[in-house]
């Protein structure tokens, strides 16, 4: 219901001029605005222009002019009220005003005091109706209002031009701000205060009015209980027609699980760059290892050899000796690399990981500065599958890392080890892990931290961000490898400033696993055949004269179906076969299933320096007896063939 300006406008209808200057005069002095007419056309003149509330009628002659006009004035306002002169010339015209809607009747012609009063009772009637209709359009607009604001879950609210007051904020700011709507009522502040101090320079509270525009924004809240949302806000100024701002008006929308959602693929996103970029760099890694190793397979064979003729104590065996050395010190360089591009055969056994990180943390005391605080959480005694040297090697390198990010200003290392059952939803937030029992090594720093940067490139081969002479940058690289080829995973946190905190989980077993145990104090000999199958000239002249001298008989072949046509001349004429596994034409594991399927009993013994396809599990599954990474030594390779040969009867049959 509106008020229209007609609402206190008055037409008086009288044929005497005296009269009618009478009554427009006396209206006119209690404030309304009057219109006054002799004749019921000049009335209808008037009102066909402007629209009234009430019309005085005192028309005598003809009086059904009174009751026409009445129909009339209807027409342009249906809610009009009509006061009626009592000279009407019957009762029936009285009836038909009264149908028409005349709603009073003068008593007294002409009195000025009786109309009057007439139409105070009839404005405040008027009156009285215009409010309770009021009053229930806004009740009506108000419910509607409150049910669209219950089913909106964005926060919005308005504010006064310049900030200082809120003139209205939903009840969803009590959800997402975790604040009372009427502390910000008390004091419009505490909405932008909320926001983290990160984010805050991203908002401007205090702009001048004409610097006001359309701004939109995500931030952070920190709520009362230190709990963080995101929130994407958006401001809008509502600007009257002339330009000027009438007021400030806001939405927010609470964004934290989309934020979540977005920061979890952006991980697993970040873990698959990292997985692919490690695949790729560790199969180059394997392949250069590979030619390595049968170079350093010639050089300390060839050298073992020439060891073994020339005099003792003498200047040759001094230098050969150097060149052993050297060998090994090679050796040791591909088995990091091998490491790292996930292809080290190490021989894994049950370790107590628990012992394994106290022997470490023991012995980085002595090296690590005071100002360096180290605390241990051991609550574990489960037992991994491992290599007890690379587990130690983890273990030195992530701790002496740690001390670097703290040498300066001293810290807290913190190492812990504790029990973790992993979970199929655990799998899927942290690449490579598999559902089951595991330990989790924690080795947490209270350092420099890393910058997102650094992060992304720290399992890189040669990156570092240690001065030169202080990192190599294989140290991260060979972690990743060893943790990689135990079937385990490993997580890094770092916050710049703040420190950093590297999770490793490794695969529990329920059992433990005895192997065998080779006595190594002395080269064992024999009388066996053996086919000896190599692609490098160098390595199967090396391998024949290092098993002739040690009493076999070597008949050997750099090519796998040349060897494998020999065989099948005469299965039963060879006690044992050595193969590489990297061969043309037919692999060392292709060439063991035909030589298996011919005699199934066949010892055989498996050497690779590289492979994607073949492992000792793998080749222990195919029937082969022997697996063994190159470079070969020969206190690597002769106790593995008097092993296999053994506890192979029909070796001895044979032989």
């Known amino acids: 219901m509106t008020m229209r300006r007609e609402w206190l406008r ?30 019921p056309v000049e009335a209808w003149e008037n009102a066909k222009c402007e629209g009234f509330a009430v019309a005085v009628v005192n028309v005598q002659t003809p009086d059904v002019s009174g009751v026409s006009l009445l129909s009339l004035l ?11 002169s009592p000279a009407f010339a019957s009762l029936d015209s009285a009836k038909d005003a009264i149908g028409e809607g005349a709603v009073a009747f003068l008593k007294q012609e002409g ?123 958006q401001t809008v100024p509502i600007r009257k027609p002339n330009g000027d701002l009438q007021s400030l008006a806001g939405v927010a929308e609470d964004i934290t699980e989309q934020k979540r959602v977005e920061e979890a693929l952006t991980k697993t996103e970040r873990q698959f760059r990292q997985s692919s970029r490690m695949e790729a760099i560790g199969t180059l890694a394997g392949g250069i290892a590979h030619d390595f190793n049968n170079i350093l397979t010639a050089i300390l064979g060839y050298t073992e050899l020439a060891l073994a003729t020339v005099p003792k104590e003498s200047r040759t065996q001094r230098n050969l000796q150097e060149v052993l050395t050297a060998g090994h010190r090679a050796k040791h360089l591909v088995l990091q690399i091998l490491t790292f591009s996930r292809q080290a055969g190490q021989g894994k056994k049950p370790t107590p990981l628990h012992m ?34 690379q587990m130690h090697q983890i273990i030195i390198n992530l701790c002496t890392n740690a001390e670097f990010a703290m040498r300066e200003s001293g810290g807290i290392l913190n190492v812990a080890l504790e029990d973790v059952n992993v979970t199929e939803e655990l799998t899927g937030a942290i690449s490579g892990l598999h559902i089951g029992p595991h330990v989790r090594l924690t080795v947490e720093d209270t350092g420099l ?140 594991e292709a060439l063991s299933r035909e030589l298996l399927r011919i ?31 190159k470079p070969l030594a020969i206190r690597d390779l002769v106790p593995i063939i008097r092993h296999v040969l053994d506890k192979t009867p029909s070796s001895l049959a044979q032989s």
């Open 449 to 588: 931290g890393m910058t997102p940067e650094v992060l992304e490139r720290l399992f890189d081969p040669f990156f570092t961000t240690k001065p030169i002479g202080e990192g190599s940058g294989m140290g991260m690289a060979v972690v990743h490898g060893i943790i990689t080829s135990h079937k385990g995973a490993i997580v890094v946190d770092s916050i710049v400033n703040k420190g950093t905190k590297i999770d490793v989980y490794l695969p529990t077993v329920p059992t433990q696993v005895v192997e065998p145990l080779y006595d190594q104090t002395a080269i064992p000999t024999g009388k066996e055949s053996v086919l000896f199958v190599d692609d490098e000239e160098t390595i199967v002249r090396l391998g024949k004269e290092l098993l002739t001298q040690l009493g076999y008989t070597v008949e050997v072949y750099t090519s796998s179906i040349e060897a494998l046509r020999t065989f099948t001349q005469d299965p039963h004429r060879f006690d044992l076969v050595i193969t590489d596994q990297t061969m043309p034409g037919m692999t060392g």
């Open 356 to 389: 394994v990180v106290r022997e470490a943390l023991k012995l980085l005391r002595s090296t690590i500065p005071t100002t360096i605080e180290i605390r241990q959480s051991l609550k574990t005694e489960s037992t991994i599958l491992a290599d007890p040297t």
């Open 10 to 39: 008055i037409l008086i209808v009288e044929d005497r001029p005296d009269q009618l200057e009478t009554l427009v005069n006396a209206l006119e002095e209690e404030g309304y605005e009057v219109v006054g007419a002799r004749t």
């Open 74 to 84: 209807k027409t342009k306002n249906a809610e009009i009220r009509m006061i009626l």
């Open 111 to 233: 009195s000025p005091s009786e109309m009057l009063g007439t139409i105070r009772r009839m404005f405040r009637d008027q009156l009285t109706e215009y409010t309770k209709g009021l009053e229930i359009a806004l009740a009506e607009r108000e419910e509607r209002f409150r049910l669209l604001v219950d089913h909106i879950k964005e926060v919005f609210w308005v504010f006064a031009p310049d900030q200082s007051e809120v003139w209205y904020v939903s009840p969803q700011y009590e959800t997402v701000w975790g604040r009372s709507c009427a502390s910000l009522l008390k004091d419009s502040r505490s909405l932008w205060n909320a926001i983290h101090p990160h984010d805050q320079p991203r908002f401007h509270t205090h702009q001048c009015e004409q610097e006001v525009n359309r701004v939109q924004r995500e931030c952070r809240i920190v709520r009362p209980d230190n709990t963080l949302r995101w929130v994407r806000i």
């Open 599 to 629: 005699r199934p009993d066949l010892p055989i013994i498996l050497c690779t320096g590289f492979s994607h396809v073949i492992s000792a599990e793998r080749a222990k599954a195919l029937g082969i007896q022997g697996y063994l990474m």
